[in-house]
Each structure stands twice: as C-alpha cells, then as structure tokens.
C-alpha cells in the first residue's frame, strides 16, 4: 500500500496530518488518539500479547539489550503508558539509577503508575507531550520510544527534543512496527485489517482502534526513512534491526 511518509508529505495539507488513512485537523488527531487509548487501556497489554503471540515481550527484552542501560544511568521511557518497558529499564538502571515513565495520555499513565506500585517501584512519572518534554539538556542516558512514535503528530520534533534531552553519548531508542518483508505483505494485510479489528471487537470490544492500529503502521515512515529521520535530528551511528521479518524494527542512534 502506498502511503504518505510523515505529515508533511504528500496529501497533508497545512495544519492537517494523518489519522490512520483519514486526513485531520492537527488538534482533532490529538482528540482522536486520546480516545483510542481511553477506550483500548484496561485490554492494552492483554491485546499486545494476543496480537504479537507474545512476541512483543522477545522485542522489548532485545531493545532493552541494545540500551546499553547499566547501574545508575537516567532512562526516559517516552510515551511509555502501561510502564512495561519502565519495568525492565528499573531492572536494567539498579536502585542507583533512575527511569522516568512519561505519556501523554492519563489513563494509559495511571495503569502504568499502579503496576509499578504494584511491583514494588518507585518511578517517577509524568504526564507530557513527547514534542515538548519537561527535561533539561543533557539530562538522560538513554530514551526509549516504544510502539508510540506513529501515534504522534509531528515526528520530527518529538526526535528532536528526544535527542536534546540525551547527554553526549546517550542512545536514542524507537521500536515500532515498520515495513514488512515484501512476500509477506498480502497475509499481513489479511492479519491487520481483518484479524486485528475482529480480536479488538471481541477482546477488547472495540475494533475501530485496532482498524486505526493497522492504518497507522501503514502510514508511519519504513526503515530507511526513519533512520534518516533520526539523523536529521541530530544523532549519529543510526543504525536499525529487523524482527520478525520487518514487522517491527529497532532504530538506534547515540548523540555525540
């Protein structure tokens, strides 16, 4: 399927972007992705291990690998909602460290601030947009952006400020769904716009945010693009992996 590659690109027009296929008002997407995390929250990590067959946890563990995240660092886990990453991050950081939960979205933040409650972890969590991030320069050693960065309007400015919070020598970290392995592309059609919506509608009782899920992955930017991305926003050595045939790939860049 042809797509636009970011909001700027072709079909947005000025003060629009994209919602899944739709074209929207930049302010209405906003409100739009609110609602789809609202309505999905209390099934969010029941649906992820549905829809990846548990996969997503194998990809998280290799993110957290390539991190190089070690006792004592600062973690930022942007638009990190229910706190699964924040989890393994803490584990990774030691009690000398210090991983900071942010999303944008309340009720995904909420479940993720009682699961770290839950289990035992003192985090500190806040609530901000990851294009204007409340953090000053040169503050962390390692960002992290997992399954969120399609979701956000302007991707180039949330880079830009992930990449200003990192001192020198810091990682930038994006797993997100990308460009699968061509031969797979017609049964991952199949998966995403028939599969998806009807677990969504029986899981979680809502298949319209899972048809969303499908049309975003579509419309987020393919490997290549997004390691171009990274470097326009000021990192260095990007490099991407592959999982699971391109399903998903993990963009990694340092700031020098």
Same mark, same amino acid.
């Given at each position: 399927?042809s797509k636009?590659?970011?909001?700027?690109?072709?079909?947005?027009s &000025?003060?629009?972007?994209? %919602? !899944?296929? *739709?074209?929207?008002?930049?302010?209405?997407? =906003?409100?739009?992705? @609110?609602?789809?995390?609202?309505?999905?929250?209390?099934?969010?990590?029941?649906?992820?291990?549905?829809?990846?067959?548990?996969?997503?946890?194998?990809?998280?563990?290799?993110?957290?690998?390539?991190?190089?995240?070690?006792?004592?660092?600062?973690?930022?886990?942007?638009?990190?909602?229910?706190?699964?990453m924040?989890?393994?991050?803490?584990?990774?950081?030691?009690?000398?460290?210090?991983?900071?939960?942010?999303?944008i979205n309340?009720?995904?933040?909420?479940?993720?601030?009682?699961?770290?409650?839950?289990?035992?972890?003192?985090?500190?969590?806040?609530?901000?947009? &990851?294009?204007?991030?409340? %953090? !000053?320069? *040169?503050?962390?050693?390692?960002?992290?952006? =997992?399954?969120?960065l @399609?979701?956000?309007t302007?991707?180039?400015?949330?880079?830009?400020?992930?990449?200003?919070?990192?001192?020198?020598?810091?990682?930038?970290?994006?797993?997100?769904?990308?460009?699968?392995?061509?031969?797979?592309?017609?049964?991952?059609?199949?998966?995403?716009?028939?599969?998806l919506?009807?677990?969504?509608?029986?899981?979680a009782?809502?298949?319209?945010?899972?048809?969303?899920?499908?049309?975003?992955i579509?419309?987020?930017?393919?490997?290549?693009?997004?390691?171009?991305?990274?470097?326009?926003?000021?990192?260095?050595?990007?490099?991407?992996?592959?999982?699971?045939l391109?399903v998903?790939?993990?963009?990694r860049?340092?700031?020098?």
């Amino acid at each position: 399927m042809s797509k636009p590659t970011d909001r700027e690109a072709k079909g947005a027009s &000025a003060g629009s972007t994209h %919602f !899944g296929f *739709a074209e929207v008002g930049e302010q209405e997407k =906003a409100e739009r992705v @609110r609602g789809v995390f609202d309505s999905v929250v209390n099934k969010y990590d029941v649906m992820n291990d549905l829809m990846s067959l548990g996969l997503h946890r194998a990809w998280k563990r290799f993110a957290i690998a390539l991190s190089g995240v070690k006792r004592g660092d600062r973690v930022l886990d942007v638009a990190g909602g229910t706190a699964d990453m924040t989890e393994r991050f803490a584990e990774a950081a030691g009690d000398t460290g210090e991983v900071v939960l942010t999303d944008i979205n309340a009720a995904m933040l909420a479940v993720g601030r009682d699961r770290l409650l839950d289990g035992g972890r003192v985090a500190r969590v806040v609530r901000c947009d &990851a294009e204007r991030l409340p %953090f !000053g320069a *040169a503050s962390f050693d390692c960002a992290c952006v =997992a399954f969120g960065l @399609r979701n956000m309007t302007h991707k180039e400015r949330a880079l830009k400020e992930m990449a200003r919070v990192l001192k020198p020598g810091g990682r930038l970290l994006v797993l997100e769904f990308s460009k699968v392995w061509k031969p797979l592309e017609a049964a991952y059609d199949f998966y995403s716009f028939k599969v998806l919506p009807w677990l969504g509608e029986r899981v979680a009782g809502d298949a319209a945010s899972y048809r969303y899920l499908a049309e975003s992955i579509r419309m987020h930017p393919a490997q290549e693009e997004l390691k171009q991305m990274l470097e326009a926003a000021g990192l260095s050595r990007v490099e991407y992996f592959n999982l699971a045939l391109g399903v998903v790939a993990l963009h990694r860049g340092v700031k020098l």
